[in-house]
């Protein structure tokens, strides 16, 4: 199963954005990226495909994301979880138009 090099680097922006907000005190570690693409590719072997598409990533990112996410207490008294944190992320980290192998 491939991954194009632009879904590579939407897993990399995504994972990374996770570090750069103010509600988390430790966000996703490289490692994070690894184990977003694996479960991307095993998703698209269930689906019989053998390339990554978007929808992959986005499917899978709050369960293979959000318990690797450390809040910080204003995100906690503010009732904010994790999941709900990946959901804000996927809706402004800019997925690539072409995904090409």
């Known amino acids: 199963v491939q991954i194009a090099p632009a879904l590579r680097s939407y897993i990399v922006d995504l994972v990374g954005s996770t570090r750069a907000i103010p509600e988390v005190r430790l966000g996703c570690s490289p490692r994070a990226v690894l184990h977003l693409g694996r479960a991307a590719k095993a998703a698209a072997a269930l689906d019989g495909r053998d390339y990554v598409v978007p929808d992959d990533i986005q499917r899978l990112a709050i369960p293979v994301l959000a318990h690797r996410l450390l809040l910080t ?7 904010r979880s994790a999941a709900d944190i990946i959901g804000a992320l996927l809706g402004r ?6 995904s090409g192998v």
């Open 73 to 79: 207490v204003e995100a906690h008294a503010a009732h």
């Open 93 to 98: 980290v800019r997925v690539p138009l072409a």
